[in-house]
């Protein structure tokens, strides 16, 4: 039966199946999934705490499956709808724990997607295990992949993690609370509106690895709607697909009172290989060098004076600012535009700075470097 096609409902909670729903959207037109799917517990009966209070378990009829082979043919059909309306550029991020999980990673394989990592959430304040049968399970795992194998590009934004980790490149471990406190919802008795309600910050850190600003992400286990409220924030489009009128009714009223960030907080660390190629030379065109001006090694004890071609020379050695600099170091590399200095009211500062002052002219950065008024250089002359 061919199922009628939808035009791309942004900021949008659909209701209903979402294997249908995902059928029914436009081929390609996600840039991610990210998919909190029914984990099949496979729970036996209640669970009790030493002092034989319930546990407020998953036991919900979402997450009942009649056998393996039944939350197979499941898993598979919507990871089958999900590639239907994946961009063949974007990637699908799906987060398990040890009852599902593997199987999920089996099915993405075998539908043709690749595995770029398997990231540990490791949770800070996970629940005990009572009985103190097994060890405390205090992870789940979240599997990303692009659409193929063949796949070209995708969006990582590696320079922007490795700001939000303190200049570390991130790891596959992320050591992230469960929702609790304020964040967790509620209805009017106190009771949590979802059991499997995701942290924020969880999807904080998946949006900024895997989606820029005005990109679209589907979440088809909608819930709670962390995945919106998160997107909304960020400045992403949204798109929810929720058959339960409860949990799509409480996320609706959860999204609606986020409130965007503004654009300028909205803008990312951009890979090195982005930003538009200023040459040394430029600097002496727009008047932040001038011609006989001097440049200097990182502690000031050395000094190279600019040529108008752009060149730099220390004694009879010349030549651009990355040679020179590695001449003087008797290194064979050198990046000039950390290694040589300018002089300014300031002390010494980077000539990669003047770089960026000029990508700033240009609108392809923000500025670093106020200029004098007069428009003159920033240097101090020798």
């Not at 099915?107 to 398997?118: F, I, K, P, S, V």
């Not at 009879?316 to 590399?333: E, N």
């Not at 923000?366 to 002359?381: D, R, S």
Request: glycine share 8%.
């Amino acid at each position: 039966m061919s199922v009628q096609q939808l035009e791309l409902p942004l900021d949008t909670i659909l209701r209903g199946d979402c294997i249908e729903l995902m059928r029914s959207l436009p081929a390609g037109s996600v840039d991610m999934i990210f998919a909190d799917p029914p984990y099949n517990l496979q729970l036996g009966g209640d669970l009790t705490r030493p002092d034989n209070s319930k546990v407020d378990a998953v036991d919900d009829d979402w997450d009942k499956f009649s056998d393996f082979a039944a939350y197979d043919r499941f898993t598979r059909d919507w990871l089958a709808a999900a590639r239907h309306c994946l961009k063949d550029t974007g990637t699908i991020w799906v987060i398990g724990s040890y009852h599902n999980i593997f199987r999920v990673g089996t099915a993405l394989q075998d539908q043709g997607y690749w595995m770029l990592n398997d990231v540990i959430w490791r949770k800070t304040n996970p629940m005990p295990n009572f009985k103190g049968t097994r060890l405390q399970n205090a992870h789940e795992t979240l599997i990303w992949c692009a659409k193929s194998k063949d796949q070209k590009r995708y969006t990582f934004n590696y320079d922007a993690l490795k700001v939000l980790n303190d200049d570390l490149q991130m790891r596959s471990d992320w050591l992230i609370p469960i929702c609790s406190g304020s964040e967790r919802l509620r209805d009017a008795d106190g009771t949590k509106i979802h059991p499997t309600q995701k942290p924020e910050a969880l999807l904080h850190r998946v949006m900024t690895a895997a989606t820029r600003p005005g990109d679209v992400v589907l979440d088809p286990f909608f819930g709670s709607g962390t995945t919106g409220a998160v997107a909304k924030a960020l400045g992403r489009h949204w798109i929810g697909l929720e058959r339960d009128d409860a949990y799509a009714d409480a996320a609706q009223a959860r999204i609606d009172a986020v409130r965007p960030a503004c654009a300028s907080g909205l803008a990312m660390m951009k890979p090195k290989r982005e930003e538009v190629r200023i040459p040394f030379g430029t600097l002496i065109e727009q008047g932040l060098l001038r011609p006989g001006d001097a440049i200097y090694s990182p502690r000031g004890d050395i000094s190279a004076r600019v040529r108008s071609d752009g060149s730099i020379h220390v004694g009879d050695t010349a030549g651009s600012i990355h040679r020179v600099g590695a001449a003087v170091q008797q290194a064979t590399a050198c990046n000039g535009w950390t290694y040589w200095h300018v002089r300014t009211d300031a002390g010494l500062m980077p000539v990669d700075l003047l770089r960026r002052e000029i990508r700033a002219r240009m609108g392809v950065a923000a500025p670093v470097v106020p200029l004098p008024a007069a428009g003159g250089p920033v240097v101090q002359a020798a």
